[in-house]
Antibody
Framework: EVHLVESGGGLVQPGGSLRLSCSAS????????MHWVRQAPGKGLVWVSR????????KNADSVEGRFTVSRDNAKNTLYLEMNGLRVEDTAMYYC?????WGQGTLVTVSS | QSALTQPASMSGSPGQSITISCTGT?????????VSWFQQHPGKAPKLLIL???KRPSGVSDRFSGSKSGNTASLTISGLQTEDEADYYC??????????FGGGTHLTVF
């Protein structure tokens, strides 16, 4: 059974940093592109970032370009999202996602 | 990176069929057969219903089907059930390498 478990969310001040992790199991992790998707409270889904299975290619949404970095460790079956320069508008539930499933999300709150 | 266009809300009665549209451009929906559909119930994580325009993952009811014509993709739900009341989102890869989501459609089953 596919399991994706996010961690690392929390409360951070504007301008601060966080590193999200997503631990994967139940499928061949390195075979799949992985995505980060966020959802602000009461709002729709917004794509944030993606990385290819081998980790060689990444792409960010314009809204996070230059501030967020996606990476993966296929030996550890783990996906990461390094978030710097956080803004109030980055407040959201962050999900890791793939074609085989989604995690339950980790909440990031940016507030002073 | 503009969002794909979905109707904000739709409604139907149990047993009916409904079709939710997802309109993009020739740079996203029209460019590839990489359109996915997701269902999200309140307070829950999204669930993948359809990938690659029309493929259903294992365990997804065959009442859900997907199609595409030009720059518009569609999700059809047949034999509506009360548990189908949820938010539905489409997503597509784009030629820029980014991915896009639709704004979401809230489906009411009454």
């Amino acid at each position: 059974e596919v399991h994706l478990v996010e961690s690392g969310g929390g409360l951070v001040q504007p301008g601060g940093s966080l590193r999200l992790s997503c631990s994967a199991s139940g499928f061949i992790f390195s075979n799949y592109w992985m995505h980060w998707v966020r959802q602000a409270p009461g709002k729709g889904l917004v794509w944030v970032s993606r990385i290819t299975g081998d980790g060689r290619s990444t792409k960010n949404a314009d809204s996070v370009e230059g501030r967020f970095t996606v990476s993966r460790d296929n030996a550890k079956n783990t996906l990461y999202l390094e978030m710097n320069g956080l803004r109030v508008e980055d407040t959201a539930m962050y999900y890791c996602a793939s074609d085989v499933g989604w995690g339950q999300g980790t909440l990031v709150t940016v507030s002073s | 990176q503009s969002a794909l266009t979905q109707p904000a809300s739709m409604s139907g009665s149990p047993g009916q069929s409904i079709t939710i549209s997802c309109t993009g451009t020739s740079s996203d929906v029209g460019a590839y057969d990489y359109v996915s559909w997701f269902q999200q119930h309140p307070g829950k994580a999204p669930k993948l219903l359809i990938l690659d325009v029309s493929k259903r993952p294992s365990g997804v009811s065959d009442r859900f089907s997907g199609s595409k014509s030009g720059n518009t993709a569609s999700l059809t739900i047949s034999g509506l059930q009360t548990e189908d009341e949820a938010d539905y989102y489409c997503a597509s890869h784009s030629t820029s390498g980014a991915c896009l989501f639709g704004g979401g459609t809230h489906l009411t089953v009454f």
